[in-house]
């Protein structure tokens, strides 16, 4: 039998038993006990450091240093189990690894607000510079969002007996998430469509804010209005993060080039049924539709018009992202194509 067998096999019994003692072993003692059997198996070189997480690998960044006063933070986050169980895959390296890797999924630094995050990250970022990568053993006791003085009082306060291994890599921060967004939607109009792209308004949240920019790739002007309110047309779009990284499209021809397309989908033109309100405009009859989609929509005029909208994710899918191809606080991309006008 492998020696790792053994010590799984080991493991399991020293957890069965010293849970079935819970009236003199709290979870934070056996979380303590099996990270020690892990460590002497593993890793029997680790140190804990003064904030009581294990560093594994550290390569040095050369950019600003992690500060925990700052509110937001760009972080590429990888996270396995002890037993090697990867949980959460942010780095595209792990994921070919791992045989998961998806062209259309987003591997990169996502938006994180980290003075709530886990005391344990908060302690793997101390003194790391931006473009660096550290990963590090986070035991079980400091895997909470409460903050204690004492090791003693984290282990008391433990809950948990699965202690975690992290990858980060610091990619930089900024303290106002609406400035550095609304920054990056500008900084890309401008550098992807020069003085053609300007911000544009179709609710009160737009006006003023510099959140929504929009063109279309013509003289609209020289164009007869063709889309009353109310009419359907026929449209194609693609929708692309700010990196170039196509997250969704109608058109097949870019899917398969982007690595996104899917045989249980059908590549066509979609109906878009207009309205009087942004609010009110459909999707074959659906309008559960991120604003800035919308948006962008009522703002389009003719058969044949193409356009182009940028926006930050006040008008697209916050914090929450979605899936694994778009991440939290992201700004979008929306190219458009009205195909045809219903009679």
Known sequence: MKRSVIFIAVAACFLTSACAQKDTATSGSVAQEYLNLWLKEYHPEARANASGIYILEDEAGTGAVW???????LLTVTIRTLNGTISTVG??????QLGTYAQGNYYGPSVTFTSTGYAGV???LEGMRAGGTRTAIIPAWLLTTDRYSTQEEYLDACSSVSSLIYTITFAGQFEDLAKWEQENVKQYASSTFGSL???AVFNDATKEADIFYFYTLGNIK???DTLE????????YTGRLLNGQVFDTTEEKVAKDNGIYS?????????ITSAESYENYALDGNTSLVDGFKGALSLMKYEGEKSVAVFTSDLGYLSSGSGLKIPPYAPLRFD??????SE
């Open 91 to 96: 780095h595209e390296g792990f994921a070919k």
């Open 336 to 341: 458009f194509e009205i195909v045809a006008v």
């Open 222 to 224: 020289n164009q007869k």
């Open 197 to 199: 792209m300007k911000p």
């Open 122 to 124: 908060e302690a793997l």
């Open 263 to 271: 045989s249980d989908r059908t590549y066509a033109p979609v109906t």
């Open 229 to 236: 309110r109310g009419k359907k047309y026929t449209l194609n």
């Open 67 to 73: 500060d925990k006063d700052i509110l937001y933070s």
